[in-house]
C-alpha cells in the first residue's frame, strides 16, 4: 500500500553532485528498511545506504564518505545526497523500504549517470 517514487537523477561530471529524492506515499519512518540500491550495467544490485528503524544508517563501503542519506518527515522523503561523484557510480538507482525487511516496496529508479 506504499508507493515510492524517486527523482533527482541525471547526468553529472565526475567529481560532481547530485541529490536524489524518494517519496512515499505513507509514512515508512517506523520500517525495518529504508534504503537505496543501485545497479550498473552488467553488475549485481548493489545496496547503497540504508537506515534502520531507529534511524541509523549504514554505507556501502564503496560510497562511504562521499554519499549521505537522510530523511524529511515533512515529505516523507528520503534524500540521498551524492558528492564526488565516479563514473563507477553510475547506475540506476532504486528505493526500498520494508516494514521487516527490505523488498516490500520498490521504486521504479532513477538513472545517475557520470562521465565527462
Known amino acids: 500500500q506504499v508507493q515510492l517514487e524517486e527523482s533527482g537523477g541525471g547526468s553529472v561530471q565526475p567529481g560532481g553532485s547530485l541529490g536524489l529524492s524518494c517519496r512515499a506515499s505513507a509514512d515508512v519512518s517506523d520500517f525495518a528498511c529504508r534504503a537505496w540500491f543501485r545497479q550498473a550495467p552488467g553488475k549485481e544490485l548493489e545496496a547503497v545506504p540504508q537506515l534502520d528503524r531507529n534511524g541509523n544508517p549504514t554505507y556501502a563501503d564503496s560510497v562511504r564518505g562521499r554519499f549521505s542519506i537522510a530523511k524529511d518527515v515533512v515529505r516523507n522523503t528520503l534524500v540521498l545526497e551524492m558528492s564526488s561523484l565516479k563514473p563507477e557510480d553510475t547506475a540506476m538507482y532504486y528505493c526500498?523500504?520494508?516494514?521487516?525487511?527490505?523488498?516490500?516496496?520498490w521504486g521504479q529508479g532513477t538513472q545517475v549517470t557520470v562521465s565527462s
Open positions: 526500498t523500504a520494508g516494514r521487516a525487511r527490505c523488498g516490500d516496496y
